[in-house]
């Protein structure tokens, strides 16, 4: 196939949402097959890898991230539908979950401020900007929340969703082993803890390691997702930013 | 299958339209789990209809962060300005709320009494 051919048929493709799609669901599957090889190890998280596997394609051929997200979009799309799916697991553990409604609740409350105000502070001691300050705050729970949350309060969506997903990778990589060491080992508890903090990356982790941790975090964030609309444009004013 | 996808994208979209409609604080996506989490309650049937496709979807959830993961590369310039405050105010942050929300819980469970909630580590 002549050179000139092969020019066209990636500018055609280049252009059109199929390619990218496809390349983001391949980036993936190999960042997954990686992780499972290496006995599933938390360092290798398949979202950061297949994140930095695709940033180096798209560096490599010169697209534009709006290019790519053009073909991206139908996986990004399904966040909505899988918030809502996380019914289901949840109704499988409606007695435990009627049961521990109230500590849920505490839990969440405390969680979703602790994330909120410790994030914005330790940026402020260091010298972050108010933008980026305001963009921290929602991090914690789902992206197409929190970048909701973000532009209400005058943060940056896009740089909120980029946060939210290192904050996800970052409990799902510490989350296990820190309440190991905090002596907490009660799947229910477990997966409370990582659902307020690390939203659906959190979960995706909670889940492997068991179908109730998986669900509980699923709550937790659901219940986070919730507080946090509710609680941090209060916070943000509290403490006299944005607004 | 077809039956269940339907069943969450409907529920998706009628959460989305209460939101709009009665200007709501929480997400669109959020309210339409609360609601489903009710209708499985009520409706046996419906937990059949959505079991496969939440499955599905559930199996595979951190896939669908990475597009938005990607957005990086679009903020390389504020991220090497302020690489230190935004690393710190992650990792600190993101340790804190996985402590201060398991021992939360942890404590609540004992006050309550409603045991059962640690099985070890005391």
Known sequence: MPVTDLGRIWVYLAASPLLWLSVTLLAYLLAHALYRRTGENPLLNPVAVAVALL??????????????FEGAQFV?????????????????????????????????????????VSA????????????????LAPKSVTAPVAMGISEK??????????????????????????????????????GIAMGVTSHGIGTA?????????????????????????????WLVRMLGLGG | ??????????????????VLAFGLPLPGP????????LTLVLRESAVLATEAPAEALLGHLSLLFVPAGVGVMVHTQRLGGEWLPIAVALVVSTLLT????????RQMVRWLGLGAGDHAGD
């Open chain 2, 98 to 105: 996985l402590v201060a929300v398991a021992l939360t819980m």
């Open chain 1, 76 to 116: 990004h799309f399904l966040l909505g539908p899988a918030t809502v799916a996380l019914a289901v697991p949840l109704y499988r553990q409606r007695g435990r979950l009627r049961r521990l409604w109230l500590p849920i609740a505490a839990a969440v409350v405390v969680g979703v401020g602790v994330a909120a």
């Open chain 1, 120 to 135: 914005m502070v330790s940026a402020h001691l260091l010298g972050a900007s108010v933008e980026t300050m305001l963009s």
């Open chain 2, 30 to 37: 959020v309210l339409g789990m609360l609601l489903l989490l």
């Open chain 1, 205 to 233: 982790r909670a889940f492997q390691v068991s179908p109730t941790m998986g669900a509980f975090s699923g709550l937790g964030m659901a219940l986070s997702a919730f507080a946090t609309a509710l609680l941090v444009p």
């Open chain 1, 153 to 190: 309060i005058g943060g940056l969506p896009s740089l909120t969703a980029v946060l939210v997903v290192a904050t996800g990778i970052l409990g799902a990589v510490t989350g296990t082993r820190l309440l190991g060491w905090c002596g907490v080992r009660d799947d229910a508890i477990r």
């Open chain 2, 1 to 18: 299958m077809l039956v269940g996808i339907t069943l969450l994208l409907c529920y998706q979209l009628a959460g989305e339209a209460l």
């Open chain 1, 55 to 68: 940033i180096a394609v798209l560096v490599a051929t010169d697209t534009a991230y709006a290019t790519y």
